[in-house]
C-alpha cells in the first residue's frame, strides 16, 4: 500500500531545556489527529534527495486529546540534517509532509500493576504522552516509576508536570541521574529524586524494585536500550515485560 502523507502546520515551539524544543503542530484539514499515546509520527524533511537522510521519527508527546493539535520534543543533534533544519529553518505557519501514527510502544490493553518507564533526554516523550494519557483514565497503575537520565540539572524536561502528576497518580515516583552535574547539591522534594550518574544504578536498586510484576518501558539512543535490556534480563526479568523504542 502506498505510503499516505499528510500535512501539518507549525503553530508554535518553545525552548524547554538548552537546545530541546517543545514543537505544536496542527494537523490541516478537518480531521482530529488520533493516535495512541507512545506512538511516533515521521517528516519528510526537504534536506536531501535520499529518503533515507529525509525522514526524520518523533514520538508524540502529548497525550490524545481529540484535536487535530500534536507535540513534539525534539533536541538539536549538532550538524544534524533534520534537527538543524527543525531548529534554524522553519518558521510559525510553515508546512511539513508527515505519515503516522505509527508504532507498537503504547501501553498494554489490561491495565497493568506496574509501570516503569526508563529514557534519556527526549526519550522522556513517549512517557509524557502515556502519563498524561492514563491521567485521563478510569483506572489507573497502582505504581509508576520515571527513570529519567540526562547531563545537568538544567536539562531535567518537564519537572512542573512531574509536580503535578504525582497529585494525580496513586504512587508515582520520578527518579533522575543527572551524568554531568558535580557541583550542586541535589535537593530531592516529594516524590521526585535526584543522583548522580547514568539511569543504570537507580533501576538496579533492590528497594525501588520492590515492585509487583512491573512492565518496562525503554526509549531513547541505543547505548541506553540496549545495557538496560541486558540488565534487566540479567536481574530476572522476563523479556514479555520489557518494551522497547530505539532513537537511533
Ligand atoms: C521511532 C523514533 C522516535 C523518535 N523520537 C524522537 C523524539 O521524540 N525526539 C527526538 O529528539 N528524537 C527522536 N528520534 C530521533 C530522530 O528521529 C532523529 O534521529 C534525530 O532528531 C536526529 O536527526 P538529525 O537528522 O538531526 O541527525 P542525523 O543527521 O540523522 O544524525 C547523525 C547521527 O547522530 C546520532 N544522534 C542524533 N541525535 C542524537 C542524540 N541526541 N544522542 C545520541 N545520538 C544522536 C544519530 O543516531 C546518527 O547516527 C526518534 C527516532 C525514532 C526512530
Not at 18 to 40: C, E, M, N, Y
Not at 78 to 90: H, K, S
Not at 198 to 210: A, C, E, G
Request: hydrophobic share 40%.
Amino acid at each position: 500500500m502506498p505510503t499516505k502523507w499528510n500535512e501539518c502546520e507549525l503553530v508554535s515551539f518553545k525552548e524547554i531545556a538548552p537546545q530541546t524544543r517543545l514543537f505544536t503542530f496542527k494537523l490541516l484539514g478537518d480531521d482530529v489527529f488520533s493516535f495512541k499515546a507512545g506512538q511516533f509520527i515521521t517528516f519528510d524533511l526537504p534536506v536531501h534527495e535520499k529518503r533515507l537522510y529525509r525522514w526524520k521519527s518523533y514520538s508524540l508527546a502529548n497525550a490524545p486529546d481529540n484535536t487535530n493539535h500534536f507535540e513534539l520534543c525534539i533536541v538539536k543533534n549538532e550538524g544534524g540534517l533534520g534537527t538543524t533544519y527543525l531548529f534554524d529553518q522553519i518558521i510559525i505557519g510553515d508546512k511539513l509532509k508527515f505519515k503516522g501514527p505509527e508504532g507498537s510502544f503504547i501501553l498494554p490493553e489490561k491495565n497493568p500493576e506496574t509501570l516503569c518507564f526508563i529514557c534519556t533526554g527526549t526519550g522522556i516523550a513517549p512517557f509524557r504522552s502515556m502519563l498524561w494519557d492514563i491521567c485521563q483514565n478510569p483506572v489507573k497503575p497502582a505504581t509508576i516509576r520515571v527513570i529519567f537520565g540526562t547531563r545537568k540539572m538544567e536539562n531535567v524536561l518537564f519537572l512542573d508536570e512531574w509536580r503535578e502528576l504525582i497529585e494525580l497518580l496513586p504512587d508515582f515516583q520520578v527518579h533522575i541521574a543527572l551524568s554531568r552535574d558535580e557541583k550542586l547539591p541535589l535537593i530531592n522534594e516529594k516524590n521526585i529524586f535526584y543522583y548522580r550518574g547514568y539511569v543504570h544504578q537507580i533501576y538496579q536498586h533492590q528497594k525501588l524494585f520492590d515492585m509487583k510484576e512491573p512492565t518496562f518501558y525503554l526509549c531513547g539512543w541505543r547505548n541506553m536500550i540496549d545495557e538496560a535490556q541486558k540488565n534487566l534480563l540479567n536481574l530476572g526479568f522476563p523479556s514479555s515485560h520489557i518494551q522497547t523504542e530505539l532513537y537511533g
